[in-house]
């Protein structure tokens, strides 16, 4: 992660000490840097120059407004699986004509709020979703734009919890009924076919899926042709993975480049991608404390503010995310083989297992690659307000952008008899 380093012995995020950040605001402490994210955006943004496209952020990654109106101000895309992404997204003033709209289970309040607001297209997971779309359509007296989501049946390589397009998963429409589903779309009166969609998985570091899926998907767009089904957009997802520990996934720019060749027959179709992990995650960090270290038989255990509440990647995937003291480690520190360990009553409840570190008591360490999928899937388990997130802007700067949760919080909504 680029804009971390050490200078005189302390950590450093941008030109902001990670030091200063946690008395300022507090731990654990979301921080996530403006500048990083506008990169990785443009990196996308700019191998799509000499093509019709769209990149529709996936704010299931992060879904804080200040990340989402820093997006719509680099003229981003949404892709969104909820009406709460939708509002969200309306709220930090995207246009809802670049609003594309995935999920399994979108129900009837969903769709009308997507009809009325005008988004760019429904990506339909069932045929049953279809009908859905349609009479409703037919009710608003509106034409809803749709694309099918297809299975294209491909290995990801990667976790099967992010795993999309395998025949056995939940997503999309078998790669067998793709045709006749759209035949089925073509009747209907108030559906509008726009494109054609797949998303095949999550944190993929090889080339070969993305490669696979594009050409089984641009098979469906020539048999659609000769069926005189027009496909105007192809999306493609997102799914390109980050470097963690030491994977080495393709640049978004080799990416785009290596499709937009499978895709060079095709000059009229608009290109939509929506990556989420690739734009955020090592735009992100974990700020957290230590509260005890605990040394019995060979185990020893860094006891940290931070649970599987804030950041549940390693418990649920058993994800590895790289920590690094505050303090540089210096070759004559005394060190241990660390589990580190969150608050929450849970064996689960681990952040890194085995990571050899000097750290005492009330001592910081920051979980990096945090900005993806770490905010956004925190919960109030064991009744911890969720964290503050700060952003960094200019190198120099950082403003608060949600601000700690408070116990009231935490129980708004509730009632006492
Ligand atoms: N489009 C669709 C339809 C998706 O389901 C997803 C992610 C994306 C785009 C964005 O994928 P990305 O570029 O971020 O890989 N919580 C897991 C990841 C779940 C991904 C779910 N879908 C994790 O922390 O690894």
């Known amino acids: 992660m680029n804009f971390l380093h050490y200078q005189n012995g302390h950590l450093l995020a941008d030109q902001i000490a990670i030091d200063d950040l946690a008395k300022q605001y507090g731990t654990p402490l979301y921080v996530y840097s403006a500048d990083y994210i506008t990169q990785q955006f443009l990196a996308y943004k700019h191998a799509l120059i000499h093509r019709k496209h769209l990149i529709c952020y996936a704010v299931k990654a992060n879904s804080n407004l200040a990340v989402l109106q820093l997006l719509v101000k680099l003229g981003s895309g949404f892709d969104i699986v909820s009406q709460g992404e939708l509002e969200r997204v309306l709220k930090a003033g995207a246009d809802p004509k670049k609003v594309v709209f995935s999920g399994v289970a979108k129900s009837i309040v969903e769709i009308e709020r997507a009809l009325q607001v005008g988004i760019k297209c429904f990506n339909v997971e069932s045929e049953a979703e279809l009908y859905r779309i349609n009479d409703i359509a037919k009710r608003l007296g509106k034409v809803a734009a749709i694309s099918l989501r297809i299975n294209p049946d491909v290995d990801a390589k990667t976790h099967p919890y992010i795993s999309t397009g395998l025949r056995e998963n939940k997503f999309g429409i078998s790669y067998q009924l793709a045709i006749e589903v759209y035949r089925q779309a073509k009747a209907l009166s108030n559906i509008n076919i726009v494109g054609i969609d797949c998303h095949i998985g999550s944190q993929l570091t090889e080339l070969s899926p993305f490669l696979d899926a594009a050409e089984r998907i641009l098979l469906l767009v020539d048999k659609l042709k000769s069926e005189n089904i027009q496909i105007q957009h192809i999306d493609l997802g997102g799914g390109l993975g980050v470097c963690y520990d030491d994977e080495q996934p393709p640049s978004a720019s080799l990416l785009m480049t290596e499709l937009l060749k499978k895709l060079a027959h095709y000059p009229d179709l608009e290109v939509i991608f929506e990556p989420g992990r690739s734009i955020v995650a090592n735009a992100g960090l974990l700020i957290t404390k230590v509260e005890y270290t605990k040394h019995q038989d060979d185990n020893h255990f860094a006891i940290v503010d931070a649970g599987m509440n804030d950041l549940i990647r390693p418990a649920l ?24 360990v969150g608050p929450i009553c849970e064996s689960s409840d681990v952040l890194a297992y085995q990571r050899e570190l000097s750290v005492k008591q009330d001592d910081l360490v920051v979980i990096c690659s945090a900005g993806a999928y770490g905010f956004s899937m925190a919960s109030n388990y064991n009744s911890h307000p969720r964290p503050a997130e700060v952003m960094l802007i200019d190198q120099q700067q950082h403003k608060l952008i949600r601000q700690r949760e408070t116990f009231d919080d935490l129980w708004r909504g509730e009632h006492v008899f």
Not at 318 to 340: C, G, H, S
């Open 317 to 340: 995937y058993k994800a590895w995310m790289r920590i690094l003291p505050e303090k540089e480690q210096q070759a004559e520190d005394k060190t241990f083989i660390y589990n580190v």
